[in-house]
Structures are given as C-alpha cells and as structure tokens.
C-alpha cells in the first residue's frame, strides 16, 4: 500500500477510512451463513470522464458473463435459476408462509452460490420447503404443462440429496471428475483426461499453454475432444456481449498499451486460442502505466476438480494511489525477498521480474468474484510468464475496508484468543499486520520461486491450489517477522508480526472450522492450505513446545510460546512446499495434505461451533454491486457515469436475471 515510513502508511489507512461516509449502511441482507453487505467506490467522481466511461464499458462486459459462471458450475444451474425467479415473480400467495419463507432463503442461497451448490464447501444445499408447494408453484407459471420433462429433471436435482452433492470433489482415492458435479466434463473419467493431456503437453516446451484453461472436455462418439469456451463455440451468445463491451471499452482506454491488450483480449475470445491468451496475458502484465485495470475471463481453476479449467471471472478497479505506497515498496525490494527466502537456491528466481503491486478500489464484481470475492490477486497465473515478464498483484482495499467495518465489535477475538494479550496485540497491530501478509502473498509469494526444466506445472493435480495458496501464505508468514519490514518503515516494531502469526495459527487449527459442517472433511483449498500449515508447524514443534492448545473453563486456546521458533518452522516448511512444487512431487504433495490440511478433531469443532453459534456472526460475506448509470447530452454523448448504492440483494439479483442473461433466453 505505501511508501517510506510507518507514518506515511498509517496516514494513507486513515486518508482511505476518512474518504468514505462514516454513515454507509454496510449490511444489506443476512440468511443462511451468509450475510451480504456493500462496498463503497471511494474516488470514483474524482475519475475523468474517459475513465468512467471505461470503467462502465468493462462493468457491463464483466457483468455479462454471469450465466457462463452458473453453468460451469454445475449444467442444470440455469434451468433451476430461471424456474425459481419464474416462482418468485409469479407467487401470489402468503408472504409469512414457512414454504414461501424457506423458498426464497433457497433462492437467495442459489444466486449467492452461483449455483445449486455451496460457494465454499461445495455441497449441495438441501430446500427446507416442500415438494408439494414447489409442485404447486410450478404449476401455476405460464406453460407449466409443456414443461413435464423440465419439471423431472428439476424435481432430482432440487430434491434428490444424493444427485450432483458435491460440485467439487477432493476425496483421496475417489474418481473426481465422475463425483464432481461441476460442469467441465462429459463422459469421461478422471484417468480418461489426464491421459488425454500427457499425450498433449510437451515436457521440452519452457513456454506452455494453460491446457485445459478454456474448454469442455468431452466424449464424442468413443473420442475425447474439446470445446472451447469461445465466439461460435461453446458460451458464445454471452462471450460476444462481453466482446461488444470490449470492444467499446478499447475506444477510451488509456493508453496505446492498455488498448492493445483489450484487443488481443478480444481476439482470445473470438478465436479460443490459448496463444493469444498468453500473448494478452504478457501484454496485460507488463502495461502497468494505466489507473483503470480489469480481470475479465476464464482465471482461476478451483471450480475444476482436477485444477486446469478456469471459472469465468470479471472485475473493474482502479488505483488507490496514495494507498499504493506500501505495495509499490514491497514490489520495488522484490528481488531481497527472494533471494533471502529460506528455499533450496536451485528453486529461487536469480532475476526477479516485472513484479507489480498495487492498491485497488473496486468498481465491480463479477462471475467467480461476485458475490464472494478475493481480498487480493495475483496474476497472471502461467508459472512461465510470472518467470519472464512479471505479474500484477493487487490488494482490493474499499473490499477489505467493508470486512472491517461490519467485523468491529463482534467479540470473536475475546471469545477464541488466548488471553488479553492476544487480543490487544491484535487490536493494535492486526489491520496493518494483515493487509501486509495480503501484499506479500500476493505480490511476492505466488511470483516467487521456479519450475525445474521440464516440470509439468500441472503435475500436483488436484493438490496443486492447496499447495500453491500455502506456499504463497509460508512466504508471507516468514518475512512478515523479517526486520526488513521495519527498517523500510512499513511496521513500527517487531511486535507487529504477532498479531497475523497468532491470528493465522489460532484461525487454522481452530476458529475456521466454524465453515465446516459436522462431520465434514476439509475440502476447500485455502481452507486446507491454512490447516495443513498450521497443523504441521504444531506437530513439529512440539518438542519446543512452540504452540500449544490450552484449557481453561472448560474451553480451549491457542497459545504460541515461541515465535521466533515458529517462523523457523515456517521456513522449514516452505522450504519443503517449494520443493515439491518446483520438483513436480505428487506424491509428497500428496501426504502433506491429507495427513495435515484434511481431518477434522471432531471434539474440538463441536466445541468451536458451540461458540461460535453464541456469537451470532455469518461465517460468510458477499456483496451486491453499486449500480453505474450514463448521463447523455441530447445528441447521445455520455456526459457523465453516475453511481448509486441504492439496490438491495433482491433486487439486484433480479435485475441481473433480467438484464444480464444472455444463455437463458
């Protein structure tokens, strides 16, 4: 975020809190687990008008690409999205009826999932209404009697617990691809894939293409292809909406960089090639001169069970730049980091390039960020680009900003923290401790280290975001306690560390369980990341009694007894995460998870539920999107971008449905 001395970043935190109305209503609607609030855009009206527009232009190309998200996800996910707003608009019955009232808690679940599945624990939800009063409902939408077959199929795949239960399946052992409900495959098993790509890649080739990133694999007459997510293929009447946007966004880009890489961009869609991919991605990393910036396509692959197709995602921002100081010192020292990193040299960058960071505002969320979204980003992603043209690494700060305000005064750290001393060392230093570990997983951790020569960087398969998120916390956790940080001014003392360390330790063995249920595995990948780190370092430093669980009144902490011992246990084991990354080790990657990031103590997260319930706080949080209007003269010219907070989640998602569905019309 900032630059120089401690006072120069705390000034520009407070610049950033003062910049937005201490009167905003966060929360806009709480069911299930989740509670959904609003964000602020905080130095939007201080854009030029070409900026604005640009960032309306790349608003309504994220947006757009909503129903592709929806039917990754799972293949009937459109069908049950359109039929239960068909029920929503159309019931004229009780409003205080408990079917109607479990109805629309399933429907808010439904569109905050993107699906019929949990965002996070990927399981399906189970409808509290019964069939009889959907049966009902259906019955009477327009043409109901036409739709038979539609109504069996939505009758299975609402009711049936056991069809399509999870989106995406870990299970050790288990075919994944045939247990995941994701929409990625058809037909094919998980070995039927994985040796469809090995006869594809080419392990002499140092510049490979994400296989896999934008298509469907299927089989087709006894043949295994794929079909790409592209203009004339598959998804295309929303891709050429999105292309639309772009290509009138490319009309006010920034500059002649910025506007060359939304045309490739474009190009990439409308061709499917992964070349041109890489090309847009070089070209997207390497222009950092613009104050407008946007994700826009298929990212991130923790939607794919076996790790290589990307979920549709978007989102607009623009620099923060006061904000930024912090982030641009930490990238401009980038090669100290590496080189000092506790790792085997083979594994280390001897020239780290082109590492970006910045401080991000919002404009939008959208697709696999919408309505949960990430706190901070690194890409792009292809361990080879990172390697010879650099990365981009943002920390979403007005996103992090409305975490903290709706946080305050909940009580969960003087419920679960060890004694008083953990929770001032949190109080005082907890917001500046954990903003840096973001910057430093994100700016250097992901943009750290190397592949071996002729490491398939698919090669840990399902385990390979698990693997990849911890090696990105352990690099963060080691230098956040590195004096470094204090000479450069960016903490005021070497107490500052503690704070993100006990918190890190405390939330992964015990306080994130509270996202579990009863019973469950651990499955998400930066769910397990953070156990399989916080799990091993306590196992092994048990000798030195370097953490340990405490009992008093019958409950049970958290206590770190060294922390200097701790962050050497950090070293050793990302030591050993980059070793297994740069090495390819499956197996090895393999047993670090399962053994340490994927059981749960049954005791212990019946005792942290308990608490937990007691403190009446969602586990989880999303957002609805501010809404951006144009403002024309009367010759058709947009004049100004006008933004409003007004919309609440209903309403939002409804006019989403309407305005932003082109595969379900």
């Not at 327009?142 to 989106?167: N, Q, T, Y």
């Not at 094919?188 to 040796?195: A, F, M, N, R, W």
Request: aromatic content about 12%; proline content about 3%.
């Amino acid at each position: 975020m900032k630059k120089l001395i401690l006072a120069v970043a705390v000034t520009a935190l407070a610049t950033t809190a003062m910049a937005q109305n201490n009167d905003f209503d966060y929360t806009v609607d709480r069911f299930a687990d989740i509670e959904v609030l609003r964000y602020q855009v905080p130095g939007f009206e201080e854009l030029s008008l070409q900026q604005k527009e640009l960032v309306y232009y790349l608003t309504e190309a994220a947006l757009n690409g909503r129903d592709i998200l929806f039917d990754q996800n799972c293949k009937y996910n459109l069908m049950v999205r359109q039929t239960l707003e068909e029920i929503y608009r159309n019931y004229r019955g009780s409003k205080t009826d408990k079917d109607y009232i479990a109805f629309e808690k399933y429907l808010k679940q439904v569109w905050f999932g993107n699906g019929i599945h949990h965002h996070y624990s990927m399981d399906k939800f189970i409808p509290e209404f019964s069939k009889d009063f959907f049966d009902k409902q259906f019955a009477a939408l327009p043409g109901a009697k036409k739709r038979a077959d539609e109504k069996k199929v939505l009758d299975r795949v609402i009711f049936d617990p056991s069809f399509m239960a999870k989106r995406v399946n870990q299970a050790d052992g288990e075919d994944l691809i045939l247990t995941s409900a994701c929409n990625m495959y058809e037909g094919v098993t998980q070995k039927e894939v994985e040796d469809f790509y090995n006869n594809l890649k080419d392990t002499t080739d140092l510049t490979p293409i994400s296989w896999g990133l934008n298509c469907k694999v299927v089989k087709r007459n006894g043949k295994i292809v794929e079909e790409p997510y592209k203009v004339g293929g598959l998804y295309s009447k929303a891709i050429e909406k999105i292309v639309y946007w772009l290509q009138k966004a490319a009309t006010v880009a920034e500059n002649e960089g910025q506007r060359a890489y939304i045309n490739e961009l474009i190009k990439f869609y409308q061709t499917g090639s992964l070349k041109t991919f890489d090309d847009y991605s070089i070209m997207w990393a390497e222009e950092t001169q613009s104050d407008v910036d946007f994700i826009n396509g298929f990212i991130e692959s923790y939607g794919d069970p076996l790790g290589m197709t990307g979920s549709w995602e978007g989102m607009v921002n623009f620099k923060d730049k006061a904000a930024s100081r912090r982030s641009k010192l930490i990238s401009e020292n980038a090669q100290y980091f590496e080189s000092n990193s506790p790792v085997d040299n083979r594994f280390k960058k001897k020239n780290v390039k082109g590492v970006s960071a910045k401080v991000i505002t919002a404009a939008i969320l959208a697709g696999d960020s919408y309505p949960s979204t990430p706190i901070g980003i690194n890409l792009p992603n292809s361990n080879w680009i990172r390697a010879a043209h650099g990365s981009k690494s943002v920390s979403i700060d007005n996103i992090t900003d409305a975490y903290n305000k709706v946080a305050a005064g909940t009580g969960f750290n003087e419920e679960f923290a060890y004694s008083n001393v953990e929770v001032e060392l949190m109080k005082k230093y907890l917001d500046l401790a954990d903003a840096l570990h973001t910057d430093l997983h994100e700016c250097l951790g992901h943009a750290s280290g190397q592949l071996l020569p002729g490491v398939d960087q698919d090669a840990l398969k399902a385990y390979g975001s698990s693997l990849e998120e911890g090696r990105a916390d352990l690099f963060a956790l080691y230098y956040l306690a590195d004096p470094k940080l204090v000479e450069l001014g960016i903490f005021p003392n070497m107490d500052t560390y503690k704070a993100e360390y006990y918190k890190y330790i405390m939330n992964g063995l015990m306080t994130q369980l509270t996202r579990i249920v009863p019973g469950k595995d651990i499955e998400e990948a930066h769910m397990r990341n953070r156990k399989f780190i916080s799990e091993w370092c306590y196992q092994h430093g048990k000798k030195d009694n370097v953490i340990e669980y405490v009992k008093r009144d019958g409950k049970t902490y958290v206590r770190i007894n060294d922390y200097e011992k701790l962050r050497g246990l950090f070293a050793q084991l990302l030591a050993e995460v980059q070793r297994i990354k740069s090495e390819g080790d499956y197996e090895a990657g393999r047993q670090l998870v399962e053994t340490y990031g994927v059981k749960v103590d049954p005791a212990i997260h019946k005792e942290v539920l308990a608490r937990y319930e007691g403190l009446n706080i969602a586990p989880y949080k999303g957002f609805v999107n501010p809404i951006y209007t144009p403002v024309y003269d009367k010759n058709g010219k947009i004049t100004d971008i006008k933004i409003s907070y007004t919309e609440n989640y209903i309403d939002q998602m409804l006019r989403y449905g309407q305005d932003y569905s082109p595969l379900t019309r």
